[in-house]
């Protein structure tokens, strides 16, 4: 199994999908306990929700499970919100806050597990970035997840629809941020927030640089938008995907319109 699968594109927009994977080696599945097997943390679907959503968009897709590693965690293994329960670079618990293993991996292990699936898929997200930027003297990545809508050990309450991340604003232009949040708002019968409990992950922060031409947005999904509930079997609905998906073309459309404008901005 390759740790990373690449479609490329010639559009100004790279999509990441770190956590759609559900490939576990089978020796990291043996020491994985019973809840742990159950992969309940994956950003279900993901991939099927913005297949085709824009023609020409690249996509990076990490196809192990991220409690093999989390793609989306700094390799150093700091937090990415200090304070906060969060989940680390090799998971302990699930979003629940219940173990998953049955034998926690060892640092040596960790650190085989980063050389063979972590540092692979950050190898090609940075080469499509690098050549997209060399395309169009611009690159914006578009960091897709999605995440129950309700989990107490993360957040209080119920997580709004669309969840937009640019820590704070630092990870890419001012228009890319006012522009995707325009889309949410707007978008009837759903709800959104900008930087609220999800400020993008170590993806967004490690690679929106907006005074090199790299400019990184995260967005997180709540399940409830595409899911037919959130709890397994995890199904698709296709109804509630279709609702979806036109709200997606227009953020991403819209991104790509603004990238030649960008061009040589900070």
């Known amino acids: 199994m390759k740790p990373v699968e690449i479609q490329q594109g010639d559009s100004p927009i ?7 994977g559900t490939f576990v080696p089978e020796d990291i599945l043996a020491d994985l306990n019973p809840r742990g097997r159950g992969l ?10 913005y297949d085709g959503v824009l023609a020409g968009a690249t996509t990076v897709r990490a196809t192990f499970h991220r409690y093999v590693i989390d793609a989306n965690r700094d390799p150093s293994g700091v937090s990415l919100y200090p304070g906060q ?3 680390g670079l090799v998971p302990l618990t699930d979003f629940d806050g219940h173990d998953i293993w049955a034998t926690p991996p060892t640092e040596a292990e960790i650190e085989e597990r980063r050389e063979t699936f972590h540092a692979p898929y950050h190898a090609a997200v940075q080469a499509e970035l690098e050549r997209v930027r060399d395309l169009h ?6 960091d897709c997840h999605s995440i129950r809508s309700g989990i107490p050990f993360l957040f209080d309450g119920t997580l709004p629809d669309f969840n937009i991340g640019t ?3 630092s990870t890419c232009a001012p228009e890319i941020e006012a522009a995707t949040q325009d889309i949410c708002a707007a978008a009837e019968g759903y709800t959104s927030i900008t930087n609220g409990r999800f400020k993008g992950g170590w993806t967004t922060r490690h690679y929106g640089r907006p005074t090199e031409g790299l400019h990184a947005i995260q967005m ?3 399940q409830s ?20 998906r036109p709200h997606l073309t ?17």
């Open 225 to 244: 938008t595409y899911l037919s509930a959130e709890t397994a079997p995890w199904g698709y609905d296709e109804d509630k995907a279709a609702r979806l």
């Open 40 to 49: 309940d943390d994956t950003d279900w679907h993901i991939h099927r929700l």
């Open 250 to 266: 227009s953020i991403l459309t819209k991104l790509a319109a603004l990238a030649p404008t960008l061009k040589g901005t900070s």
């Open 220 to 222: 997180e999904l709540a």
């Open 14 to 20: 790279v999509l990441g999908l770190p956590h759609t």
């Open 137 to 142: 003297g611009i690159a914006i990545l578009y």
């Open 85 to 87: 329960n969060t989940t």
């Open 167 to 169: 820590n704070l604003g």
